[in-house]
Each structure stands twice: as C-alpha cells, then as structure tokens.
C-alpha cells in the first residue's frame, strides 16, 4: 500500500473511532435530558457552525439547492436515522445499538433495486438475507427485554439507507460542504418539532425542560467529533479509494463495544457478538461483490 494511500485509511479509521466516541458522550446523557432534544441541539449546533462556514467560502448562492425537495429529503432520513438512534443510546448497551445499525448497507442494497433502478445480484441478495439473520439473533432476546423500543436501532438503518440514495441521486448537486449543511440543516427541522412533540406527548423520558450546562457542552463534544469524523472520511475516501476505505467502517463496532465496557461496564452479551459478527458477514460480501462488479466494468 503507498503511502497515500495508507495515510488515508489511517484518516478513514480514525474518523469512524470518532463517531462511536461521540456515540458514547450521546449515551452519557441517559436520564439527563431529552434524546430528542439531545438530537434537535446537536444538528442545530451542527447547522450553525457548517452555515458559517458555508457563508464565507461560497457566499449567498451556495444556499441555493439546486433540487430542494431532494435536500429535504436527505434531512428528513438523517433526522428520522438519528431520532431512532438517540432513543436506543438511552435505553440499551452501545454495541448492540450499533451492531444492529450496521444492517443499513444490506437495507440499502435492498432499497436500491425499487429506488434507483439497480439490479440486484445473487451475491448481494446472500449479503441481505445473511444481515438480516444477524439482527434476528441481536434482536429476539432485547425484544423480550425492552420490548418494541428495542427495534429502535432497525429504525436507525433504515434512516440511514434513505440517506445513502438520496445521497447518490444528489451528486453533483453541489460543493461537499453545502451537502453537508443542507442535511445537517434539514435533520435539525425535524427534530425540532419532533423533541416538542416528545416534550408535549408528557412521557418523562422525552420532557425538555432547561438542560444543565454539561448537557450543552457534551452537545458540542458531540457536534465536533461528527463534523471531524465526516472530515476524516471524506479526506480517506478521496486517498485511499472508497472499496479500500470501506471494510474501516467496522472499527466503530469494535471502538463502541470497548468505550461501552469502559465506560458503562457493558460488555455485549453472546447473541450481540453473534449477530454482529454474522452482519459484519453480509457487510464484507457486499464490499467484496462491489469490488468485482467495478473490476468488471473496468475491463
């Protein structure tokens, strides 16, 4: 591997450990405060700083969507993946949140056929039905458990497999830093509303009410390893490739399950470590069907 590129899977690696470090400052905040509101401050904090930024790099004209309904879209599925996502950080461990999130690319596989037109190959639909096996096993023993919040991280795949089409039908649609504040901007209108809702539905777990400072400023920790995670990714993808970068993804999975033991003393139990290793499976057959599929259209 050159040194470029080993630089970038290096950055790739280091941008996906972030993630679950903001994942675990999210779970810290059980109890303390709405997780809705949790999710409404982060992409509101998120919006604002990207908004700035945007405003001095590329002026007025870059808060111009070309398609805006499709921006909306995008807000839309990061807010419902991210509303989901919250919810479950308060309610279970973090590896198996995240393990059962990881089925977003068999999701988004199968979504991809009937979204995008594409045809869906053999191999991939072994990948699907292989991911969803995986979050059967997870699944069946919290549900008995927590019950149907424990679907909540499935919620989470789905928001994120919308994100990844819409992703695909906006390229091109504008600068990596305007896609980035119209979804963050996009995710903070929905949450919003959503966290009111939550507030006014008078559950205990999603009332408002002033937050203490260290809720705000753990918010901001969580904003800034996002933004930086994304930054890191986006410098790893555009070094060392996107099927190189790819497989890295699954660091977050292994970085949340030992900050979960440190932190919280949560070590997955064996049906968590069965099925996320049965999804990293599917994960690693749709990595490996994409890379033959682009080494066939390249000869």
């Given at each position: 591997?050159?040194?470029?590129?080993?630089?970038?899977?290096?950055a790739?690696?280091?941008?996906?450990?972030?993630?679950?470090?903001?994942?675990?400052?999210?779970?810290?905040m059980?109890?303390?405060?709405?997780?809705?509101?949790?999710?409404?401050?982060?992409?509101?904090?998120?919006?604002?700083?990207?908004g700035?930024?945007?405003?001095?790099?590329e002026?007025?004209?870059?808060f111009?969507?070309?398609?805006?309904?499709?921006?909306?879209?995008?807000?839309s599925?990061l807010?419902?993946?991210?509303?989901?996502?919250?919810?479950?950080?308060?309610?279970?461990?973090?590896s198996?949140?995240?393990?059962?999130?990881?089925?977003a690319?068999?999701?988004?596989?199968?979504?991809?056929?009937?979204?995008?037109g594409?045809?869906?190959?053999?191999?991939t639909?072994?990948?699907?039905?292989?991911?969803?096996?995986?979050?059967?096993?997870i699944?069946?023993?919290?549900?008995l458990?927590?019950?149907?919040?424990?679907l909540?991280p499935?919620?989470?795949?789905?928001?994120?497999?919308?994100?990844?089409i819409?992703?695909?039908?906006?390229?091109?649609?504008g600068?990596?830093?305007?896609?980035q504040?119209?979804?963050?901007?996009?995710?903070?209108?929905m949450?919003?509303?959503?966290s009111?809702?939550?507030?006014?539905?008078?559950?205990?777990?999603l009332?408002?009410?002033m937050?203490?400072?260290?809720?705000v400023?753990r918010?901001?920790?969580?904003t800034?390893?996002?933004?930086?995670?994304?930054?890191?990714?986006?410098?790893?993808?555009?070094?060392?490739?996107?099927?190189?970068?790819?497989?890295?993804?699954?660091?977050?999975?292994?970085?949340?399950?030992l900050l979960?033991?440190?932190?919280?003393?949560?070590?997955?139990d064996?049906?968590?470590?069965?099925?996320?290793l049965?999804?990293?499976?599917?994960?690693?057959?749709?990595?490996?069907?994409?890379?033959?599929?682009?080494?066939?259209?390249?000869?």
């Open positions: 591997m050159a040194g470029g590129e080993r630089t970038g899977l290096l790739a690696i280091a941008g996906f450990a972030l993630f679950s470090v903001g994942d675990t400052v999210t779970k810290s059980a109890g303390a405060w709405s997780p809705l509101a949790v999710a409404a401050l982060r992409f509101c904090m998120g919006a604002t700083i990207l700035a930024v945007l405003a001095m790099r002026g007025r004209q870059a111009r969507p070309e398609n805006p309904w499709l921006q909306v879209a995008r807000g599925a807010g419902f993946a991210t509303l989901c996502f919250f919810s479950a950080l308060f309610i279970m461990p973090l198996t949140a995240i393990s059962i999130a990881f089925m690319p068999a999701i988004t596989a199968l979504l991809s056929g009937p979204l995008l594409e045809k869906v190959r053999p191999l639909w072994l990948a699907i039905v292989t991911a969803f096996a995986g979050g059967l096993v699944l069946q023993p919290n549900v458990v927590l019950g149907w919040g424990a909540l499935l919620g989470t795949a789905l928001g994120m497999s919308l994100l990844v819409s992703n695909r039908a906006a390229a091109g649609q600068s990596m830093l305007s896609m504040f119209f979804v963050a901007a996009g995710a903070a209108a949450l919003i509303p959503a009111l809702i939550g507030h006014a539905s008078g559950l205990e777990m009332q408002i009410g937050p203490d400072w260290s809720v400023a918010c901001m920790l969580v800034v390893t996002g933004t930086l995670g994304h930054a890191l990714i986006y410098y790893g993808t555009t070094h060392a490739g996107a099927a190189t970068v790819a497989p890295a993804t699954y660091v977050q999975l292994i970085t949340a399950s979960g033991w440190l932190a919280f003393d949560n070590l997955p064996l049906p968590t470590m069965a099925g996320a049965i999804i990293v499976a599917a994960g690693l057959i749709l990595w490996w069907d994409g890379r033959q599929l682009a080494s066939t259209r390249q000869r």
